[in-house]
């Protein structure tokens, strides 16, 4: 009988029938549980009748009189004219739309009550379609004992519907136990927490003195209780994902200082302090059983390769597989190349393994990969399909984490025999904060916070396209003193096949254009080995400018290159742009970033491209645009799905975020039975995946 109210739907109301239940469900809302989860947006004060004396424009006010006059007026447009007066003063309704019933109700000396926004009009004080009800004088005149609730809607669902039914929900809550209380007498006073049901009471039916302002900002404890709770629910579920992987089996690699060493002889540079640091804190976890999950944030440049093949190293040194997962076919190729390069002087074969590994050549990796030849593996997604058979996988590194889902995280133990592999996955995207302690709370993280030496900030000009002609002669300029240039064609388009066609009319006029320079283009619909001999071209020198979709974003590396003119930069994400601005300022010369947008800019539009102009830090562009767009926009749409909280909001409740990780440790330690109640109540869907 417990917590019941999740499980009776809408349809069990009065009144709902089919119809309704579409409209409710298109507001998420299914169950009773929904409807009170379903939070006011503000409220109206219709707890006290206001006199007319004493009437404030702009403030929504019960008001009652008597009706002198109701006149039709044929102003600019017709509207009936109703005169009432209580003895403190007098007001104006003004209804453009009305029948001839209404009018003839209003006859003087009628007793009308309404609601309504007192504004200043053409007869002084008037409210324009106020809700109104003629009163008879038997009828008691009473108002609201509480506040009223203003719910998010949509159309054809009226406030008074919503109203009603959720008075109705309510209503069930009688029961004990029809929403159960999953947080302990204790935790609620340590951390001054109201109980859930007067929460939701106070919230749908607040007293007349409530404290609407803090209601309005979401500052409430009422508020801050279900918010709370619902972050509960949220990082409980990522630690139980978390428990599952650590409490499997996995293979204890030791740093055994053999291939590690000699990688770093033979590496031209010495590691930065924050890569030995990260480095070392990946090689200690890499030696205990429990499987390793951390997460390593590293600015772009910051070196994070040279880390993630010491952890490579770690597993060969054991005897094990470490497979590299890259999200996009270029980066991978560009990690098959370093690594191949880095490795095959140790003597470690490196596997190479695509979606686009066809015929032949995906037999002979897959056998590799399968006989164990190969101890390093490098590639895409396609690395974890069904097919791949691996002979020994200790590790898997999975680059730029946040394209892929906890799921696949949890699927890996199937690749590795028995024992579950240790996963290291690689950011380049600074999450802020607030993400970072609820997104991803199940990963440990070390943040590689220094960038090689020898680099120059790259200096950014946020410029219109209207100046085109001068950014083309400047590329010419820059190029024929010796430098390269990137030129990135960004499209609104998802389609890919619209963004290679927009890049290549862009080469195309720039070849015009530009006849003393030679010009590569390079996009995600070319053959592998085209896009390896344009980049190949491009690093060598042979290419001054090489025009590119997005899809250089990631990885690619050429030092030289010191101009990146970013087409309608306006449509990216900062985040984005931060990696594409990463391309360049890798060598010696100072480089320039050209966002060339297209104006007009909105308002957040100029202020987003401001900040990357101003900074060059990722971890203050990614807070930034996390407070401009928002989390979904910042961690890309295929995690919004975690979150997508109904009631909390990651920013207006980030100062919750540190007593909810408290609150969930105690609720392992002391109160482990509340913790499943938890989680369905608020994440019916996110569980699922938490099976594998
Ligand atoms: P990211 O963190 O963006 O993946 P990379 O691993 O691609 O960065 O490294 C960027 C460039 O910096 C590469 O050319 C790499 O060889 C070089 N690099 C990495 N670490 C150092 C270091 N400690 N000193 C000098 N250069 C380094
Ligand atoms: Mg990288």
């Known amino acids: 009988m417990a917590d019941k109210l999740h499980e009776i739907p809408v349809t069990s109301l009065k009144g709902v029938g089919a119809a309704l239940a579409d409209k409710l469900a298109k507001i998420g809302i299914h169950t009773l549980q929904d409807l009170l989860f379903h939070l006011p947006l503000r409220y109206q004060d219709r707890t006290r009748i206001t006199p007319l004396g004493t009437l404030q424009f702009g403030m929504d006010a019960v008001i009652q009189g008597t009706?002198?006059?109701?006149?039709?007026?044929?102003?600019?447009?017709?509207?009936?004219?109703?005169?009432?007066?209580?003895?403190?003063?007098?007001?104006?309704?003004r209804f453009y739309h009305f029948s001839g019933?209404?009018?003839?109700?209003?006859?003087?000396?009628?007793?009308?009550?309404?609601f309504g926004e007192?504004?200043?009009?053409?007869?002084?004080?008037?409210?324009?379609?106020?809700?109104?009800?003629?009163?008879?004088?038997?009828?008691?005149?009473?108002?609201?004992?509480?506040?009223?609730?203003?719910?998010?809607?949509?159309?054809?669902?009226?406030?008074?519907?919503?109203?009603?039914?959720?008075?109705?929900?309510?209503?069930?809550?009688?029961?004990?136990?029809?929403?159960q209380e999953w947080l302990p007498a204790s935790l609620l006073s340590a951390y001054h927490q109201w109980p859930l049901v007067e929460a939701i009471r106070y919230l749908h039916n607040p007293p007349p003195d409530a404290d609407?302002?803090?209601?309005?900002?979401?500052?409430?404890?009422?508020?801050?209780?279900?918010?709370?709770?619902?972050?509960?629910?949220?990082?409980?579920?990522?630690?139980?994902?978390?428990?599952?992987?650590?409490?499997?089996?996995?293979?204890?690699?030791?740093?055994?200082?053999?291939?590690?060493?000699?990688?770093?002889?033979?590496?031209?540079?010495?590691?930065?302090?924050?890569?030995?640091?990260?480095?070392?804190?990946?090689?200690?976890?890499?030696?205990?059983?429990?499987?390793?999950?951390?997460?390593?944030?590293?600015?772009?440049?910051?070196?994070?390769?040279?880390?993630?093949?010491?952890?490579?190293?770690q597993a060969v040194e054991n005897d094990f597989q470490a497979a590299l997962m890259a999200p996009t076919e270029i980066l991978a190729e560009q990690h098959y190349a370093n690594f191949s390069q880095w490795l095959r002087p140790l003597?470690?074969?490196?596997?190479?393994?695509?979606?686009?590994?066809?015929?032949?050549?995906?037999?002979?990796?897959?056998e590799l990969i399968r006989t164990g030849e190969a101890a390093v593996i490098i590639g895409t997604h396609a690395l974890f399909q069904e097919e791949v058979t691996f002979n020994r996988l200790g590790l898997a590194i999975i680059d730029e984490q946040h394209r892929f889902g906890v799921h696949q995280r949890l699927a890996l133990k199937e690749k590795g025999h028995g024992a579950t592999p240790h996963q290291l996955i690689m950011t380049a995207t600074p999450i802020p904060r607030t993400l970072a302690m609820s997104v991803y709370s199940d990963l440990d993280c070390s943040v590689i916070d220094e960038l090689p030496p020898g680099r120059t900030p790259v200096n950014t000009i946020v410029i219109s396209d209207d100046r085109r002609d001068q950014i083309i002669g400047r590329v010419r300029d820059a190029c024929l003193e010796g430098r390269q240039a990137y030129w990135v064609c960004t499209l609104i388009e998802e389609s890919e096949a619209l963004q290679c066609q927009?890049?290549?009319?862009?080469?195309?006029?720039?070849?015009?254009?530009?006849?003393?320079?030679?010009?590569?283009?390079?996009?995600?619909?070319?053959?592998?080995?085209?896009?390896?001999?344009?980049?190949?071209?491009?690093?060598?020198?042979?290419?001054?400018?090489?025009v590119a979709t997005t899809v250089i974003e990631v990885g690619v590396d050429v030092p030289n290159a010191s101009l990146m003119i970013i087409e309608n930069p306006e449509r990216l994400g900062l985040a984005q742009l931060h990696q594409l601005r990463?391309?360049?300022?890798?060598?010696?010369?100072?480089?320039?970033?050209?966002?060339?947008?297209?104006?007009?800019?909105?308002?957040?539009?100029?202020?987003?491209?401001?900040?990357?102009?101003?900074?060059?830090?990722?971890?203050?562009?990614?807070?930034?645009?996390?407070?401009?767009?928002?989390?979904?926009?910042?961690?890309?749409?295929?995690?919004?799905?975690?979150?997508?909280?109904?009631?909390?909001?990651l920013q207006r409740d980030e100062q919750l975020l540190d007593t909810v990780k408290q609150a969930a440790s105690l609720l392992m330690t002391e109160h482990p039975e509340s913790i499943e109640p938890l989680i369905r109540r608020w994440l019916p869907q996110g569980d699922r995946y938490a099976e594998a």
Request: net charge positive.
């Open 502 to 546: 927009a890049a290549e009319v862009t080469a195309e006029k720039l070849r015009e254009l530009l006849p003393e320079l030679s010009i590569g283009l390079i996009h995600g619909r070319m053959k592998a080995t085209e896009k390896a001999e344009v980049m190949e071209a491009f690093k060598e020198g042979h290419l001054h400018l090489l």
């Open 347 to 366: 003597g470690i074969t490196v596997a190479w393994l695509t979606g686009k590994t066809k015929g032949k050549k995906r037999e002979q990796q897959l």
């Open 212 to 313: 609407v302002q803090t209601m309005l900002e979401g500052q409430h404890p009422a508020q801050h209780r279900l918010a709370f709770e619902e972050l509960l629910a949220h990082h409980l579920s990522l630690q139980k994902i978390r428990y599952r992987i650590r409490r499997q089996e996995g293979h204890p690699m030791p740093a055994r200082h053999k291939l590690t060493t000699q990688f770093l002889e033979q590496l031209p540079f010495t590691p930065t302090g924050a890569q030995q640091r990260v480095a070392k804190e990946i090689g200690q976890d890499l030696s205990q059983s429990a499987p390793m999950l951390r997460l390593v944030q590293g600015d772009v440049g910051s070196g994070k390769t040279v880390v993630a093949a010491l952890a490579a190293l």
């Open 118 to 179: 007192p504004r200043r009009g053409a007869s002084g004080l008037e409210m324009y379609h106020p809700e109104y009800r003629i009163i008879s004088d038997d009828q008691t005149t009473t108002v609201e004992d509480t506040l009223t609730p203003v719910y998010p809607s949509t159309e054809g669902l009226t406030q008074q519907r919503l109203r009603t039914l959720c008075s109705q929900a309510l209503g069930f809550m009688h029961h004990p136990d029809a929403l």
């Open 582 to 649: 990463g391309r360049v300022g890798r060598g010696k010369v100072a480089s320039h970033c050209v966002l060339m947008y297209h104006g007009p800019l909105s308002q957040q539009g100029k202020e987003r491209l401001q900040v990357m102009r101003d900074s060059t830090d990722g971890f203050v562009i990614a807070e930034k645009d996390l407070e401009l767009r928002g989390p979904g926009e910042v961690l890309g749409t295929r995690q919004t799905g975690m979150i997508d909280f109904r009631v909390a909001d």
């Open 67 to 93: 009706v002198v006059a109701a006149d039709i007026v044929n102003g600019r447009r017709r509207s009936l004219l109703c005169r009432v007066q209580d003895g403190t003063g007098s007001i104006s309704l």
């Open 101 to 114: 019933a209404q009018r003839n109700a209003m006859k003087r000396g009628a007793i009308i009550r309404c």
